[in-house]
């Protein structure tokens, strides 16, 4: 394993050829004392204790080499091996392991090689099945493609991790992606000072957010949800909000009265399985002032469409190229669940009354929701920034 400390004593292939050693011992004879420390049930002092009695009794060497490998493995579980640097820096947003010699990160919006690989197409093999099983996650062939958040490793980040396996790339290699989301996520202030917006235009947004229901949209990384997440923290404690996401990336750090609702895949043989359709049908049914959809992909814009239409006040993002176009997405997205046309579904649209499209990490454009043009058959916005 490249940047792993050499133990004392033994040349960097005999250390790293322990560590995978001992991984391998808790990756498959003892992989149940991986669950207890991950479900909390096993303090961390117990857990290394234990390793400590396990790595004496079957790794006869020096005691100083014992406790380095002890260390190193200490490293390994509690972080992400080679990775655990990228993770901690500040201006990496991305990390994507495209095979076990090529990791690439995005660094404040630019993609570039990490400087770090695995060792071997094993090592980077058994990485992929720690992160699993640390994640209680199963990559079996029945679950090939899978999405699932770490919210506990990392004091400053929320990990979202999408793993494919061999079975479904091309290539005989798993892929493996990160997106870091901060836990302390920027407030309207900090966004200012970063550029994305100015003072003017985040008072007129916190303003409209507050009073209507606002649609934000945009590509990949263009700063949907941090603007989303900065917005939801203006508004007052005395109003009930709703959250519904597919991962974990909407928090609060200051709200009273906020709810957060996540889907649950149904994954191998597991019938269990509950869909932003399904928690936001049952979101709705709560006493909220407020309803937010973290990311509308599917037939959930029907329901957040509906609870818009008749006055709750909502607010989601949606991927679009452009302002105009996330409505038709939205419509696209409606028309899955629904019995109506898309004219009359364009109509309902009107009660988005705020339209905000994102690039860059920047808020590029504003619209506010004129109402329906019965002869041109259109909404009609007018743009305000």
Known sequence: MKNTEELAGESKSVAHGRLTELVNDYLTQKQAVLMQVKKGSMRREDFLEEVRIHIAHYYPMP???????????????????????????????????????????????????????????????????????????????????????????????????????????????????????????????????????????????????????????????????????????????????LVTQQADELTTMYHPDMMFLHSLPGSGESQINYDLKDISIAGLTMDVDYFIIGEVKGGEALYLLNAAYTGQLCAATIHAPSADKALDKLVDYCLYESKYNRDELMKMMDCFQTVVFMEHYKVKQIFACKGWNGQTRSLMYERIL
């Open 63 to 241: 005691v100083r080499q014992q406790e380095r490998l002890l260390e190193s493995f200490e490293q390994y579980v509690f972080g992400y091996s080679i990775l655990s640097p990228l993770i901690d820096d500040a201006e990496i947003s991305d990390i994507r392991v495209v095979a076990y010699d090529n990791v690439r990160v995005k660094r404040l919006g630019s993609r570039m090689d990490a400087g770090v690989q695995f060792e071997s197409e094993k090592e980077y093999r058994q990485f992929v099945d720690y992160v699993a099983t640390k994640n209680q996650v199963n990559i079996s062939n029945m679950n090939a493609i899978q999405r699932f958040t770490d919210n506990d490793s990392h004091p400053d980040y929320i990990l979202r991790f999408t793993v494919s396996m061999p079975l479904v790339n091309t290539y005989d290699q798993p892929y493996l992606c990160i997106r870091k989301v901060p836990k302390d996520f920027p407030m309207l202030k900090t966004l200012i000072g970063r550029g994305m917006l100015d003072q003017e235009t985040a008072e007129l947004l916190a303003l409209r957010f507050r009073s209507g229901s606002t649609l934000i949209c945009g590509g990949n990384s263009s700063g949907k949800t941090t603007i989303l997440n900065a917005l939801k923290e203006t508004l007052p404690d005395n109003m009930a909000v």
